[in-house]
């Protein structure tokens, strides 16, 4: 009965001690133990300025929380680079009088991971996303605030997903 106890306390230890690389966000890691983020300059036609600083923290951040990898400026096993392509603002829905009722504002990033430990995982792909706001606000202040929340929240979870997440 002892023998049966050891054996099972044992076969539990190591299961539990080799899925370490496991993550509860579903992020593949693999032998990876550091990644940075490279700036990611604002290449749009309409520039807004802050928007690139913010992105690139942005991504950086939920990296930093939904992994256990350390952040580094270079040499990173996982190296996530590119640029800012698309910043717009465009009128989405009309009023009865011909005047635009709801705007969208678009933001764009053209983005190459780079996995230093495993090149076939590497690629290259254009993310965007998408805020509707009333025509009648300026983005500015709050509503600019907000946008750019829910934008980067998409776009970098979509970014997360694609290259660290077994979906």
């Keep these: 009965m002892k023998y049966i106890r050891f054996l099972l306390?044992?076969?539990?230890?190591?299961?539990?001690?080799n899925?370490?690389?496991?993550?509860f966000t579903g992020a593949d890691t693999g032998n990876a133990?550091?990644?940075?983020?490279?700036?990611?300059?604002n290449n749009a036609d309409l520039v807004e300025p802050g928007l690139d600083i913010d992105f690139t923290n942005a991504l950086q951040d939920l990296i930093q929380n939904q992994t256990n990898?350390?952040?580094v400026n270079t040499g990173g096993d996982l190296i996530f680079e590119g640029e800012i392509t698309d910043?717009?603002?465009?009128?989405m829905t009309a009023t009865a009088q011909n005047t635009a009722a709801q705007n969208?504002?678009?933001?764009?990033?053209?983005?190459r991971y780079i996995n230093t430990l495993d090149d076939e995982k590497d690629f290259e792909q254009r993310f965007s996303f998408f805020y509707d706001f009333?025509?009648?606000?300026?983005?500015?202040?709050?509503?600019?605030?907000?946008?750019f929340e829910i934008i980067f929240e998409r776009l970098t979870q979509d970014i997360f997903n694609?290259?660290?997440?077994?979906w």
């Design 69 to 71: 990898l350390n952040l």
């Design 162 to 166: 694609t290259s660290l997440a077994n």
């Design 9 to 17: 306390i044992t076969v539990l230890t190591v299961t539990i001690t």
């Design 134 to 147: 009333d025509a009648n606000a300026q983005l500015a202040g709050s509503i600019k605030d907000e946008a």
């Design 87 to 91: 910043y717009r603002i465009a009128p």
């Design 104 to 111: 969208r504002l678009t933001i764009g990033v053209n983005v």
């Design 33 to 41: 133990k550091t990644f940075q983020v490279n700036f990611f300059p």
């Design 19 to 23: 899925c370490g690389i496991y993550s």
